[in-house]
């Protein structure tokens, strides 16, 4: 996920509109209902990614920015799920949630029909939490497994 992302002021119903292939748009479409429950908040553009929220990082080095505190993206190959707490984090419920692919901060979704949405749900429900708090300090690489 890119760090300190520019919010753009472009219309996520619009965005999402033009979301291929069919199964992407579909699956923001679901995702757009699970992040709007969880997080009780609307969506924003952050540049091609959709989010929640915000969230100041500050990593020892002096690196800081600004990002989504919850966040997906569609893109072509999958829909990523931003997990800024680190994917690690949600090892357990990971085991349930069923088929994913995932890097250190991010979840590989290729169709949420298989996938199960109660996990997901609980999963980006812990990531916002943590984030959102004010006591999250740590890099999702230092919570990788």
Request: glycine share 12%; proline share 4%; hydrophobic share 35%.
């Amino acid at each position: 996920m890119p760090s300190s992302v520019e919010r753009v002021s472009d219309d996520v119903d619009a965005f999402i509109a033009r979301v291929t292939p069919a199964k992407r748009q579909r699956d923001a479409e679901v995702l757009l209902e699970l992040y709007g429950r969880v997080t009780g908040l609307e969506p924003e553009l952050w540049g091609s990614i959709v989010g929640y929220g915000g969230y100041h990082y500050r990593y020892a080095t002096g690196r800081e920015g600004d990002t989504p505190a919850a966040a997906f993206a569609p893109r072509k190959a999958a829909t990523s799920i931003y997990l800024m707490d680190g994917v690690g984090t949600h090892h357990e419920l990971l085991g349930r949630l069923g088929p994913y692919s995932s890097g250190v901060g991010c979840l590989y979704l290729r169709d949420l029909t298989i996938n199960d949405l109660g996990v997901l749900e609980q999963i980006v429900t812990a990531s916002f939490r943590a984030l959102t708090a004010g006591t999250f300090t740590d890099r999702a690489r230092e919570h990788h497994n």
